[in-house]
């Protein structure tokens, strides 16, 4: 397989220039291109555009970022885009993957963990850093938290009344009829119970109903 060619667009910082250094005695790559102007890297996109790119946050900011990597991936559908971000956002870092890069990385993150970002990017896997992939498991557990927080509002006694007639299989007319209500009222609770329960219909309350021993 041949060696891809990775452009770095990034302020010719002394990091960058080592960072290029280290990956040239890597030989992971047949070449390491420092580019610090959008001109050139345009230049560069048309010309001869190389497999890997490297974007750092230094460069642009975020809305421009977007832009950047929407065309970029639109006019160079096989270009690897890896991303050095200051902190981002998880929705960030979602709407960039979304956009096409195929790895991010944050500022602080080690030479070791690019090189495995390098590595998951040639046997085409994406790759996102540990200190991200943390901030995205706690974002992740804490949106399950908020669901749950949701799924705990409580069924009323009537609610709970009409859920177990509802598994029974009585139809609003039949639960009318049992509870001496309206069938309108009957309709207003089942509405209300499918949404506690983040349901769509009945098969879903009796799911739910089995799942959480409320009937046998």
Sequence with gaps: MMKPRLTIFDE????TEGLSKLL??????????ICNCPQAL???????????????????????????????TSNNKGIKIIIIGSDYDVIDIRKLFNKGIKSYLDKNSRYDEFIKSIQALLHNEIYICDHAKERMLNFISSEQEQTRA???????????????????GLSSKDISEKLFISINTVETHRKRILLKLNVKNSVGVVKYAIENHIID
């Design 24 to 33: 040239d005695q890597s030989e992971i790559f047949t070449s390491v291109h």
């Design 42 to 72: 345009a230049m560069i996109l048309q010309e001869d555009p190389p497999e890997f790119l490297m974007i750092s946050s230094n460069m642009l900011i975020l809305t421009d970022l977007y832009k950047s990597i929407e065309n970029i």
């Design 150 to 168: 949701h799924m705990r509002d409580p069924l009323t006694k009537r609610e709970m009344e009409i859920l177990k007639l509802i598994c029974d």
């Design 12 to 15: 010719p910082l002394l990091y």
